[in-house]
């Protein structure tokens, strides 16, 4: 039960990061873990991680879907957290947040998720391949082509601003 735990806070925080509002996720956390007691004899040990997200973030989109009462927001509780500089870097560091969470936003979801979890989550190919539902080679392709349209995205949001 400890190593649910630890996965299912590591869901919560992942839900987080895409934005979901706190409630939301603890709800969405909460239901995961029941679709987990339910299906856990189906489920290889290996794959637990990816079948939790994969199962929270259906979830997420079906409560969407049907009700749009999910309330989607800016995580920036924890940016204080994340630096502990002087107030100049952390009102940079803040800044920095917001504008690769707006040059983000501007990708193709799949190609965003793709680069979340390789970088922010470290998951390695193989996993966001379970996790997504991909061929390992697609998933290379995906990367690649999200990497790409961040640079001209980042270069396109900076050459506005200068």
Known sequence: MQGLNH??????KYLRKQRISHEDAQDLVQETAYKYL???DSI???KVR???IRVS???????FRKNKRVHIGLAEENFMELSKDLPDQIVLDYENKKEITLILDT??????????LKYKWDFSIEDIAALLDMK???VKTYLFRAREQFAKAYRRFYYERS
């Open 7 to 12: 996965e299912l806070n590591i869901v919560y």
């Open 38 to 40: 339910l299906y856990q």
């Open 44 to 46: 290889q040990p290996q």
């Open 50 to 52: 990816s079948w939790l």
């Open 57 to 63: 973030l259906n979830l997420f989109y079906d409560q």
């Open 107 to 116: 990708l193709r979801p799949v190609y965003k998720e793709a680069l979340l």
């Open 136 to 138: 390992k080679g697609t």
